[in-house]
Nanobody, 117 residues
Framework: VQLQASGGGLVQTGGYLRMSCAAS????????MGWYRQAPGNERDLVAV???????QYLESVKGRFTISRDSAKRTVYLQMNSLKPEDTAIYYC????????????WGKGTLVTVSS
């Protein structure tokens, strides 16, 4: 499986961006897919993920501003990011964690999001 991310870029404070991540190849029936981010000097944090069952989880600081969604048929997840803040600046990584029947963990190439003040 390969993950192809798109979107990201430079935006002003209060602006919005939409990112997508598409998985190529066959994906296990039970999985969690979504986005992590890493700012310079920080650890990689979970931003938003969605399970094959539609359950979502968000980083506390993005709740109410970011929305994750998916198109199962296209094996694609989307991250709508609104009301962006400078502290959202980071490299965002798409992740696919397969749980059943196969157990695998895949990362996409990072996408830079820069929010200017």
């Amino acid at each position: 499986v390969q993950l192809q991310a798109s979107g990201g870029g430079l935006v002003q404070t209060g602006g919005y961006l939409r990112m997508s991540c598409a998985a190529s190849g066959s994906v296990s029936s039970v999985y969690v897919m979504g986005w992590y981010r890493q700012a310079p000097g920080n650890e990689r944090d979970l931003v938003a993920v969605i399970s094959s069952g539609g359950v979502t989880q968000y980083l506390e600081s993005v709740k109410g501003r970011f929305t994750i969604s998916r198109d199962s048929a296209k094996r694609t997840v989307y991250l709508q990011m609104n009301s962006l803040k400078p502290e959202d600046t980071a490299i965002y990584y798409c992740n696919l964690h397969e749980l059943y029947p196969d157990v695998n963990n895949y990362w996409g190439k990072g996408t830079l999001v820069t929010v200017s003040s």
